[in-house]
């Protein structure tokens, strides 16, 4: 299995790019035309008279600066006139950066960062991880998609943006941030403690799987940066020269990226017979765009995705299904159907504005649902267990979510805990005297921290070995079953 290495695009958060949002200066196809144009249009439109919708905000404006109580800083109210407007469109992927915000993004695009490596995004009204890159600290720790962030070292994230939330999470390497979040199965929310580090810019690893007689390559790619696409030929042609006999392309916990990064990847997988991808306008047109590809790879090709699966990698594996009818495997995809143009404001400051869908090859939107998989497979029970947090040691006749986890994590390292509801039976107590026995720890039958702790690094372990990854597994067995 390729290793699960840490990956990027951006540090805390994917900072600023919703769930994968396209941006970094590049127009949602691929050229500045666009956005150049916005750009010469509000200039043009400075100069015209005002709409009269705009009167009011004028009239505002100079009844605040001039008649205010006290001194008005002029900046500050427009930054807050504008940042009023696009919250109003309530749209978790269309936001404000001011000068500084917009500097720091665009420096997190350009090199490794620190932070803990997860993605975030606003999800019915609530900051929600969208996935944690893969090996990041994030993972190490437990975060999952879909987690939802309640508060940041103690503090309610209630009114936050995305980009004052990433603000919070980000950090200085070896430096540590907990969070505090709410997840499907768990009563209360559950706090996460990370250790912030550096986040590298690599995104694309490759391995050939030995299936039999058939060797089987694998590209892993972890996020859509700008230089994913230009890897992934030099990677796959790597593998193209071992004369592989089918390749699957994992994009599991992938959040997404730059636009022109996936298009230029589907540009050497998909033909020309079908579009690769729609972009729908404003007023419901809808543009096709093709590859020039006349045949396709002489092997079949296979997509993993899973829940932390968004945007780009969405658009990559619903192009691969519906104008190729490569199988996609794995679980649902995240859902997220919109694109995010960014218009510079020419002080620094920044519009991030979703100017339009895209849609798959039949011309599908996904947003909201996710892309199913043809072959569905879902990962053993234990690799749902959530981190454990023992102050007080668990132990007979406790039943809470803390106990659920530690069975789930004891019955996959087979230690058979009787049961995984959460109730800490006398066979879960036999269960945990074993693991302490094998692990050389005072032998007492309480879960305590240091038990705690060692039970989490053999679960995180079993989580890592090839043969446990059912969903890689069956994406092995599908390649195989296939004639070249």
């Not at 540090?11 to 150049?36: K, N, Q």
């Not at 022109?260 to 079908?274: F, G, M, P, R």
């Not at 995705?305 to 192009?319: M, T």
Request: aromatic share 6%.
């Amino acid at each position: 299995m390729v290793k699960r290495r840490w990956a990027a695009v951006l540090a805390a958060s994917c900072f600023a790019m919703g769930a994968g949002g396209m941006y970094g200066g590049m127009s949602i196809l691929g050229d500045d035309g666009e956005s150049a144009e916005l750009q010469r249009g509000g200039q043009s439109h400075g100069q015209a008279v005002l709409p009269d919708e705009l009167h009011k905000v004028q009239t505002a404006y100079q009844v605040i600066t001039e008649r205010y109580v006290e001194k008005v800083d002029q900046a500050e109210l427009v930054e807050g006139a504008i940042d009023g407007m696009v919250g109003s469109l309530e749209d978790p992927y269309s936001a404000y950066m001011d000068a500084e915000t917009a500097k720091q993004f665009d420096d997190s695009l350009d090199s490794s960062f620190e932070g803990i490596g997860t993605e975030i995004t606003v999800a019915d009204g609530k900051l929600t991880i969208v996935a944690p890159f893969k090996d990041s600290p994030a993972e190490k720790a437990g975060l999952k998609p879909k987690d939802q962030i309640v508060s940041i070292d103690g503090e309610s994230v209630d009114g936050l943006t995305i980009y004052e939330a990433t603000q919070k999470i980000r950090g200085k390497k070896g430096t540590t941030v907990t969070l505090s979040v709410m997840r499907s199965g768990l009563t209360k929310p559950l706090d996460v403690k990370v250790k912030r580090d550096t986040i590298p810019i690599e995104t694309v690893f490759a391995e050939v799987e030995e299936a039999g007689n058939r060797q089987i390559g694998v590209l892993e790619i972890t996020s859509f940066s700008e230089d994913t696409a230009k890897d992934f030929k030099e990677e796959l042609k790597k593998l193209e020269k071992k004369d592989i006999d089918g390749l699957i392309i994992d994009v599991r916990g992938n959040p997404g990226g730059f636009l022109t990064s996936v298009e230029n990847i589907l540009k050497e997988l998909v033909t020309e017979n079908k579009p690769y991808l729609q972009i729908e306008e404003k007023d419901g047109r809808k543009v096709p765009y093709f590859s020039e590809k006349e045949k396709v790879k002489p092997y079949p090709i296979s997509v993993l995705v899973d829940e932390g699966s968004a945007s780009a990698s969405e658009i990559l594996a619903g192009a691969l299904k519906e104008a190729e009818g490569y199988k996609v495997i794995g679980q649902r995809s995240f859902g997220k159907g919109t694109v995010q143009q960014p218009v510079p404001l020419g002080d620094g400051s920044n519009l991030k504005l979703t100017t339009h869908k895209w849609l798959t090859p039949e011309g599908n939107w996904i947003h909201g649902k996710g892309i199913m998989p043809d072959i569905e497979v879902k990962q053993p029970d234990y690799f749902y267990a959530h981190p454990l947090q023992v102050d007080e040691p668990l132990k007979r006749e406790m039943n809470d979510d803390r106990v659920k986890s530690a069975q789930m994590m004891l019955e996959g390292l087979g230690y058979a805990p009787g049961r995984t509801d959460g109730y800490f039976s006398e066979e879960t107590e036999k269960a945990v005297r074993a693991l302490q026995i094998k692990e050389g720890l005072k032998e007492t039958g309480l879960l305590d921290k240091e038990t705690a702790s060692r039970l989490e690094e053999r679960w995180m372990e079993e989580m890592g070995k090839e043969k446990n990854d059912l969903q890689l597994q069956a994406a092995i067995a599908y390649m195989k079953s296939l004639e070249r």
